[in-house]
């Protein structure tokens, strides 16, 4: 399949995970590339045709800056595929202090609401562009609450914008993830080690996870990777302002 020829696909969180499998398959796909990702893995993406940039996505002008580099390299933008989020702490929501509250909402709602606004003047310009945010099912589970408040912003921001630009030529959906296999992150979001505690309140959400998928089990990359680029894809033309679960029938 070439859904992607002549295209230009941006994607953050590209380093590793969800997002290094879409990258790989994007290309396969025909696509240009820009990979972005805070950590310097992400240079490991070349090859004609692909440009990898490291940037903080929590902060508006790295957004601002790697959108306008994009343009600049490629000279348009078709695709954005806003991935960068996770989890940083896992337990109850009293044990959470303040400042890691504020960072699980900096790490998975700011880089999306921030791309978005700096992706979308490209988009309305040339009259086209498919955004994909990746949200999660954890906006309805476990020892989760400040991460699934972000995610639960991310949306509303797809639904809010995808009012905003459907006769506009601009499509918004997201996927909301289930529990997904993955090989071991290279570059882990919490370096702290988890306490016999914190390994506790973790198994909770796997159990809770795995009971609330209807197949009772995890999905793998590509399953995730594919409901990614169907949305993403002329596919997917007169979908708009949807988030498509991806749980094994958890609904979220």
């Given at each position: 399949m070439n859904r992607f020829t002549n295209?230009?696909?941006?994607v953050t969180g590209a380093a590793q995970g969800i997002g290094r499998?879409?990258?790989e398959r994007l290309l396969a796909e025909g696509a240009t590339l820009v990979a972005v990702d805070r950590s310097e893995l992400v240079h490991e993406l070349q090859g004609e045709g692909v440009l990898s940039l490291t940037a903080d996505l929590e902060q508006h002008s790295e957004c601002s800056r790697v959108m306008a580099a994009a343009v600049e390299h490629f000279g348009r933008l078709d695709v954005l595929v806003n991935n960068v989020g996770g989890t940083l702490w896992a337990k109850p929501f009293e044990h959470y202090e303040a400042a890691q509250i504020e960072a699980e909402v900096r790490r998975s709602l700011f880089p999306t609401l921030w791309c978005c606004h700096a992706a979308l003047p490209y988009m309305l310009e040339q009259g086209s562009g498919a955004i994909v945010n990746v949200s999660s099912i954890a906006t309805r589970?476990?020892?989760?609450v400040p991460y699934g408040a972000a995610k639960g912003g991310v949306n509303a921001l797809t639904a809010c914008l995808a009012f905003e630009t459907a006769g506009r030529g601009v499509r918004v959906n997201a996927t909301a993830p289930g529990g997904?296999?993955?090989?071991?992150?290279?570059?882990?979001?919490?370096?702290?080690?988890q306490s016999a505690e914190e390994k506790v309140w973790y198994q909770q959400i796997v159990d809770q996870t795995l009971d609330s998928s209807l197949m009772k089990r995890y999905g793998n990359l590509d399953e995730q990777v594919g409901a990614i680029l169907f949305l993403a894809?002329?596919?997917?033309?007169?979908?708009?302002?949807?988030?498509?679960?991806?749980g094994g029938g958890d609904l979220g």
């Amino acid at each position: 399949m070439n859904r992607f020829t002549n295209k230009v696909a941006l994607v953050t969180g590209a380093a590793q995970g969800i997002g290094r499998r879409l990258c790989e398959r994007l290309l396969a796909e025909g696509a240009t590339l820009v990979a972005v990702d805070r950590s310097e893995l992400v240079h490991e993406l070349q090859g004609e045709g692909v440009l990898s940039l490291t940037a903080d996505l929590e902060q508006h002008s790295e957004c601002s800056r790697v959108m306008a580099a994009a343009v600049e390299h490629f000279g348009r933008l078709d695709v954005l595929v806003n991935n960068v989020g996770g989890t940083l702490w896992a337990k109850p929501f009293e044990h959470y202090e303040a400042a890691q509250i504020e960072a699980e909402v900096r790490r998975s709602l700011f880089p999306t609401l921030w791309c978005c606004h700096a992706a979308l003047p490209y988009m309305l310009e040339q009259g086209s562009g498919a955004i994909v945010n990746v949200s999660s099912i954890a906006t309805r589970s476990i020892n989760r609450v400040p991460y699934g408040a972000a995610k639960g912003g991310v949306n509303a921001l797809t639904a809010c914008l995808a009012f905003e630009t459907a006769g506009r030529g601009v499509r918004v959906n997201a996927t909301a993830p289930g529990g997904t296999d993955a090989p071991p992150r290279r570059v882990p979001r919490n370096s702290a080690e988890q306490s016999a505690e914190e390994k506790v309140w973790y198994q909770q959400i796997v159990d809770q996870t795995l009971d609330s998928s209807l197949m009772k089990r995890y999905g793998n990359l590509d399953e995730q990777v594919g409901a990614i680029l169907f949305l993403a894809s002329d596919e997917a033309s007169y979908i708009t302002g949807t988030v498509l679960p991806v749980g094994g029938g958890d609904l979220g």
